[in-house]
């Protein structure tokens, strides 16, 4: 039995990442089905409640007000909007509704009162109800909390060395923090990073270190392939070639072997043999829906030929572990 380790070294998961390649997918695909049923994958769908016209200036985000992206800003959904948004995606398979808003924090305002209607109206339809608002205080996370909220996604991005090159309106201990205050408001964790930045592989690991450090390691955790967007600082980086991203979700699955592991951002840019390579390295869970915040993803339809093809199915709502979890009250009795 593999123990869930907190404890690895930066030097350790370089050694598994650098692992040679087949090796590593069986290494990871053999922790996979250990700890998971290997043959489901989380389908979550991925709304844009607010869209673009954000004051942080991160450099691969078609949303910051800094670049000028041609994206059309949209000011807040209506609850009506999101409610009806939900009830498609569940029909095409979802089990979990992700909103997310380009704030670079949340206001106590009419704004977020609306969210928390969002939060109840989703969360009454049983499906895992998530949100990506920025940055949030302690308070704010209760509020979110007490609404019903599953998850709160807020990514670390990179390491905190290369995060200072790719924002600087904000550090990697805001982001921390907001994670601390999700955690405890015992909403699940979700985050993860991107890779194609420009990072070295070194950046990549000590990501993964800080994550799988966490006293419990984030229930959910986003891989995504930056999209390079024009008009955005990164918008000539080279596309992240198939074989690293292998190698990041790989090593993600060694070092958090229960999380749910998302194929996220940049599915667009794989073929099918690719994304086949991303689940046998350990993903199991996708965005889906033919546009991911503001750029284009594969269709639903897309995805469940995809799902026929490779016999995996998708996973029901709340089947890992509920708002307070085990390892949460674990920690708490200690
Ligand atoms: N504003 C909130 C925040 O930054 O936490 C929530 C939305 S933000 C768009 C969520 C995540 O999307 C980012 O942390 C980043 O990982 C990812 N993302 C944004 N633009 C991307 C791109 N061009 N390619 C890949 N991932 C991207
Ligand atoms: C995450 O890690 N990836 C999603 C979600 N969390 C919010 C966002 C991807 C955004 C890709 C660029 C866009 O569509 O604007
Ligand atoms: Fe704003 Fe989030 Fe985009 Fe950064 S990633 S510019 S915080 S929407």
Same mark, same amino acid.
């Given at each position: &039995?593999?123990a869930i380790? $907190?404890n690895?070294?930066?030097? !350790?998961?370089? #050694?598994?990442?650098?692992?040679?390649?087949?090796?590593l997918?069986?290494?990871?695909q053999?922790?996979h089905? !250990?700890? $998971?049923?290997?043959?489901?994958?989380?389908?979550?769908?991925?709304?844009?409640?607010?869209?673009?016209?954000c004051?942080?200036?991160?450099? @691969?985000?078609?949303?910051?007000?800094?670049? #000028?992206?041609?994206?059309?800003?949209?000011?807040?959904?209506?609850? !009506?909007?999101?409610?009806?948004a939900?009830?498609?995606? +569940?029909?095409?398979?979802?089990?979990?509704?992700?909103?997310? %808003? %380009?704030?670079?924090?949340?206001?106590?305002?009419?704004?977020f009162?609306?969210? *928390?209607?969002?939060?109840?109206?989703?969360?009454?339809?049983?499906?895992?109800?998530?949100?990506?608002?920025?940055?949030l205080?302690?308070?704010?996370?209760?509020?979110?909390?007490?609404?019903g909220? @599953?998850?709160?996604?807020?990514?670390?991005?990179?390491?905190?060395?290369? @995060?200072?090159?790719?924002?600087?309106?904000?550090?990697?201990?805001?982001?921390?923090n907001?994670?601390?205050?999700?955690? =405890?408001?015992?909403?699940?964790?979700?985050?993860?990073? *991107?890779?194609?930045?420009?990072?070295?592989?070194?950046?990549?690991?000590?990501?993964?270190?800080?994550?799988?450090?966490m006293?419990?390691?984030?229930e959910?955790?986003?891989?995504n392939?930056?999209?390079?967007?024009?008009?955005?600082?990164?918008?000539?980086?080279?596309?992240?070639?198939?074989? !690293?991203?292998?190698? &990041?979700?790989?090593?993600?699955?060694?070092?958090?072997?229960?999380?749910?592991?998302?194929?996220?951002?940049?599915? $667009?840019?794989? #073929?099918?043999?690719?994304q086949?390579?991303?689940?046998?390295a350990?993903?199991?869970? *996708?965005?889906?829906?033919?546009?991911?915040?503001?750029?284009? #993803?594969?269709?639903?339809?897309?995805?469940?030929?995809m799902?026929?093809?490779?016999?995996? /199915?998708?996973? =029901?709502a709340?089947?890992?572990? +509920?708002? /307070?979890?085990?390892?949460?009250?674990?920690?708490?009795? =200690?």
């Open positions: &039995m593999t380790r $907190n690895w070294t930066t030097e !350790e998961i370089l #050694n598994v990442y650098n692992t040679p390649l087949l090796d997918i069986y290494k990871a053999t922790i089905r !250990e700890f $998971n049923d290997a043959s489901e994958v989380q389908v979550s769908s991925l709304i844009s409640i607010k869209t673009g016209g004051a942080e200036d991160c450099s @691969y985000c078609p949303q910051s007000v800094k670049y #000028n992206t041609g994206i059309e800003a949209h000011k807040l959904m209506t609850l !009506e909007e999101v409610l009806f939900a009830d498609k995606a +569940k029909e095409g398979g979802a089990s979990r509704l992700c909103m997310g %808003a %380009a704030w670079r924090e949340v206001r106590d305002n009419k704004d009162d609306r969210v *928390i209607e969002m939060v109840k109206g989703v969360n009454a339809k049983d499906m895992e109800v998530c949100c990506t608002l920025g940055m205080t302690e308070n704010q996370a209760q509020r979110l909390a007490d609404a909220l @599953y998850a709160y996604n807020h990514n670390l991005d990179t390491s905190e060395d290369s @995060y200072k090159k790719i924002i600087t309106t904000r550090s990697y201990d805001d982001r921390l907001t994670i601390k205050n999700v955690r =405890k408001a015992k909403v699940t964790v979700c985050s993860g990073g *991107i890779i194609g930045l420009g990072e070295s592989v070194e950046d990549r690991v000590k990501m993964l270190q800080t994550l799988s450090s006293e419990i390691q984030p959910s955790v986003p891989i392939a930056l999209v390079p967007v024009a008009g955005t600082p990164l918008e000539n980086q080279p596309l992240v070639p198939i074989w !690293e991203m292998v190698r &990041m979700i790989a090593t993600t699955r060694i070092v958090m072997p229960k999380t749910v592991l998302r194929l996220s951002a940049g599915r $667009n840019q794989m #073929n099918l043999e690719g086949a390579l991303c689940f046998l350990g993903a199991n869970s *996708i965005f889906a829906g033919d546009k991911l915040l503001t750029t284009p #993803n594969p269709s639903f339809n897309e995805d469940m030929e799902f026929n093809l490779f016999g995996l /199915t998708p996973r =029901k709340f089947k890992g572990e +509920k708002k /307070t979890t085990k390892s949460l009250q674990e920690v708490e009795s =200690k």
